[in-house]
């Protein structure tokens, strides 16, 4: 049926629940949602998030009670990372249907328990990777597909974060690993999930390195927070979170309430993930994978590359950078002793270059043929979340540690 709603609530209204999945999901799919309660352990944050999504639905400061009072056929789950395994796995028990955020848990063990939650109540987790959906992720799958580079071999994949985004993951909750898993787990399971999902294939080992080079302890001078820190004429990364109507809406206020702050010192001595990682990834088809991640760079984007018995599938974008950014991406496809095709793919609007939207309308549309393989569950999430936490494990004792037996009981420990 074209038009029939689907009763969706939502719980973690921060600048991910309320912006992408509240009032942009209302934009894009009102004919397909109707947003029965929003649920936040910040009562301040929750009324302001309630008026910018512009909804009448019921408030709590509990989803347990948001859910049984509601009734809902989908959670949105938008909160800190760590949280996620809970409330996933109580709205599953519920009856509900859930939509969370990527990373989809921090452990492998959260990972297990959502599996086994799944499986037990028959409900469905579907995870928001959204760079599947970009256009160039789609171009680059078909591309694969079509076999032009032959079977692929070996993969180079180098994600930058710029000093503007890579430093706002310093400023809050995700600079701890316990919240966030660390980088390799917060941030890298969207491209570990990537890579899964071009290759078709699951991870077996990886062998990572990782260092704090830039943030934390490394600073040379520090304070709590930007707002009122006498270093602000001379800090690089001084934020002045007045100057952003947005985020001084949904934080600036409401961190009396809880003390999160939104523009927190990113050289708190505290900090204990890394800012630059690097990691030797092999797959169970034999694909040796070369990847890294960098938090403090002058540029943002990445490069990729496909290195295929054909020839090579080869990109690099770049969306901030010290240079003229382009309107569009150019893949190079090469076959070795040929020449180049240059594949163009304009940048569409929206938030991560149109994917939001695009994921939000198979998500909650009408049924959709997806050949591709673009909507990812349960199991994606958990590869990728695996993936990372065998990485970080990696980076802290110097070994290589296998992936697959992580998805099963104990620690996999005596796999490696
Ligand atoms: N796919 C993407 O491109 C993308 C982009 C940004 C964020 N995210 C993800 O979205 C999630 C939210 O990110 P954000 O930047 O909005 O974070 P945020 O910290 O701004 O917002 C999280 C909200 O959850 C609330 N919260 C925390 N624990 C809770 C609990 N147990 N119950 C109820 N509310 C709770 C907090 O008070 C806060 O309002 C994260 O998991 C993040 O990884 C994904």
Redesign the pocket.
């Known amino acids: 049926m074209e038009d029939e709603q689907r009763r969706v609530a939502l719980?973690?209204?921060?600048?991910?629940?309320a912006g992408?999945w509240g009032r942009e999901l209302l934009a894009n799919c009102r004919q397909w949602v109707e947003l029965v309660g929003l649920?936040?352990?910040?009562s301040l944050?929750l009324e302001r998030a309630r008026t910018a999504i512009g909804t009448n639905a019921p408030t709590f400061t509990d989803?347990a009670e948001m859910l049984e009072t509601t009734r809902p056929d989908t959670l949105i789950v938008?909160?800190?990372?760590d949280?996620?395994c809970?409330?996933i796995v109580a709205a599953l028990e519920a009856g509900v249907d859930v939509l969370t955020?990527?990373?989809m848990a921090t452990t492998a063990e959260m990972c297990r328990r959502i599996l086994d939650a799944e499986r037990r109540t028959g409900r469905r987790v579907d995870v928001?990777f959204?760079y599947r959906f970009s256009p160039t992720a789609k171009m680059i799958k078909e591309t694969l597909l079509s076999g032009v580079v032959g079977e692929v071999t070996s993969v180079d994949f180098h994600w930058y974060l710029d000093t503007q985004h890579g430093a706002d993951y310093f400023r809050?909750?995700h600079a701890f690993q316990a919240c966030s898993g660390s980088l390799f787990v917060?941030k890298a399971t969207?491209h570990f999930d990537l890579l899964n999902w071009y290759l078709a294939a699951d991870p077996r080992e990886i062998f990572a390195r990782g260092s704090l080079c830039h943030y934390g302890a490394n600073g040379p001078f520090r304070g709590v927070r930007c707002k009122n820190c006498r270093y602000a004429d001379i800090c690089p990364f001084f934020m002045d979170i007045g100057a952003d109507p947005w985020l001084d809406m949904?934080?600036e206020e409401p961190s009396r309430e809880?003390g999160?702050f939104r523009d927190a010192c990113v050289f708190r001595e505290e900090i204990d993930i890394f800012d630059t990682m690097s990691a030797a990834i092999l797959f169970e088809n034999g694909v040796q994978v070369s990847y890294s991640l960098n938090a403090c760079m002058p540029i943002e984007g990445y490069h990729l590359a496909f290195n295929g018995t054909k020839g090579r599938v080869e990109i690099r974008q770049h969306e901030r950078q010290p240079w003229e950014t382009p309107e569009e991406d150019e893949i190079l496809v090469m076959r070795n002793f040929e020449g180049v095709e240059r594949v163009r793919v304009p940048h569409a609007e929206g938030g991560?270059f149109g994917a939001d939207v695009e994921m939000q309308k198979m998500l909650f549309g009408p049924p959709t043929p997806d050949p591709l393989g673009q909507r990812a569950g349960a199991r994606a999430g958990a590869l990728s979340v695996l993936t990372g936490v065998a990485a970080t494990e990696s980076a802290r004792s110097g070994r290589p540690v296998a992936i697959m037996p992580l998805l099963e009981e104990g620690d996999g420990s005596q796999n490696r």
């Open positions: 719980v973690g209204t921060g600048h991910r629940g992408t649920a936040d352990t910040n944050r989803a938008t909160t800190r990372d949280t996620h809970d409330l955020e990527k990373p928001g959204n809050r909750w917060h969207h949904l934080y809880d999160y991560h």
